[in-house]
Every structure is written in C-alpha cells, then in structure tokens.
C-alpha cells in the first residue's frame, strides 16, 4: 500500500484477487477482479483488504490529470469496473503493462507510461462528467434554489480577488463541473457572471459624482487582477474607457444640476 506522506502523487488501484473493500460516501463496494478505483494514501482507512488479496497500485502525479484539488476529490475512491466501457479499457491495457516490467526503463515504455497517464486522465474525466449528470438531474425547484444562494454568495464574495470556480464550488460542496453546468443552463458561465457583476459595481461606483477615485483603487476594490485587465474588460462591455464613462457620468450630473437649478431661478 502507498505511503501516507504522499501528497503529490494519486494512485490508481487495479484489483487482482482477494476480498478488497471500497468505502466512497459511506456506502461500501466489494471489488471484483480487475475492478479499478483512485486513491489517495491519506485516506487508506477507506480501504479494506482481506486476506490473500493482490492489487497493483500505479503512482500518477495530481497535475498529470488536468483537474483541480476539488475535482479530483470527487473521485477519490470510487469504484469503477473492469468488465466495461472505459474501465475495461483502462483496466486491460494497465494489467498487460504491469506485466512487461522488463520495458519500465525503455522509450517504449516512456511511451506506454504516458499512455497510461493519458488513459488515467480520460477516467477521471469520465466519473466526473457522471458525477454532474446525477447532480442534474435534481429537481427543478431545487437547483434554482441552489443556483440563488450561489449568487448572493458571489455578491457577498465580489471585493474578494480570489474569488473563482473552484472557490464557489468548494463552499457548497458540489464539483466545478456541476457549478458551470448551473450557470450554462441559464445561458452564462461562472465567470461571465463574475465579472459581469463586477463590472456594474465598478460602473457605479464611477459615476458617482461627488467622488473622485483612480482607475487603479476600484480594479484593486473590485477584484480585477490589474488597472490594464479591469480597462480592457470595461471597454470590451461597454465601449468605453472607465476614464471615458466617469467623464460622461460626470459631465451628464453637471448638465442636469444645471438645468435644475435655471428652472428653478426662472
């Protein structure tokens, strides 16, 4: 079994022979031959192994993968079967490579080892993408309500600069990929809806008239990475400098003040 001061590598297990015993969300699964399953060496407690059994572990960096700490949390012991579909594939080719470990120092077994990784990183893809179909398939009601308190959470989280997906997604504990499905479905994306939201605070605030504040102090106010990004982003949404929308804003104020104030005297 892999080390527990392991944090930089997952491991993949494919299952021999013998009783092995997977806990994922406290529900317990017998692995059958050739079964496969992600772990993570902090959490072998999830692991059970009987007497007599055999699996081999493949040790695969986290960053290999192309997904986030809380993506590749969603899949962390789950079970995947070896008799079907991308299991079988993954399962077959992992078991064969274990088998020629006369190649593991050659450039053919380079090229295997990526491979492996390759076909690892379809897996993880795989369970994620069920993992957001079951998520979708709530009922209506609910995932409007969930889709609400995200954005009252995004409003209550715009000054934050680290505001992001995985950030979102991890304080309501659902994946990344079921938060962008939430957004899709009502026609945006997280962060589309982010910076839009942004950008009308920042519009706001610019317009206000009797206070006079740098381009630099609301881009740093309201999350924007830099001055330079938060003026591309204002010109590409609106058309205009923020200089430009707060000379407007200000010269429209002084013209209605104006005109106020000679309808008042006539």
């Known amino acids: 079994m892999p080390e527990t001061n392991d944090r930089t590598h997952v491991y993949l297990g494919v299952h021999v022979r013998g009783p092995v015993t997977v806990v994922h969300d406290r529900a317990k699964t017998l692995l059958e031959p050739n079964d ?21 572990f493949f040790r695969v960096p986290r960053c290999y993968l192309g997904v986030t700490e809380s993506e590749l949390d969603q899949v962390l012991g789950v ?41 690892l990183s379809v897996l993880v893809m795989e369970l994620l993408d069920a993992d957001a179909t079951d998520e979708a398939d709530d009922a209506p009601g609910t995932v409007n309500e ?10 209550e989280h715009l000054m ?38 942004r950008l009308e605070f920042c519009r706001v605030e610019l317009g206000r008239s009797n206070r006079r504040i740098t381009m630099a102090a609301v881009a740093r106010r309201w999350g924007f990475s830099s001055p330079s990004h938060f ?20 010269s429209a104020f002084a013209s209605t003040t104006a005109a106020v104030q000679d309808e008042r005297r006539a």
Not at 146 to 155: A, C, H, K
Not at 171 to 191: E, P, W
Not at 232 to 247: I, L
């Open 79 to 119: 079970p995947v079967r070896g008799g079907e579909g991308i299991g079988a594939l993954v399962s077959d080719f992992l078991t064969a490579l274990a088998a020629e470990a006369g190649l593991r120092h050659s450039t053919i077994g380079d090229r295997r080892a990526r491979t492996a990784v390759h076909l």
């Open 36 to 56: 496969l399953f992600v772990c993570d060496p902090a959490r072998r407690h999830l692991l059970r192994f009987g007497e007599g059994c055999q699996t081999i």
């Open 231 to 250: 003026s591309r982003t204002f010109r590409g949404a609106y058309g205009m400098s923020p200089s430009e929308w707060q000379a407007l804003a200000t």
């Open 146 to 155: 969930m889709l609400s308190r995200i954005r009252v959470y995004i409003e």
């Open 160 to 197: 934050d600069p680290d505001l992001s997906p995985e950030s979102i997604a991890r304080a309501h504990h659902i994946s990344v990929r079921y938060l962008q499905k939430l957004f899709q479905n009502a026609g945006s994306t997280v962060s589309q809806w982010v910076r839009q939201r």
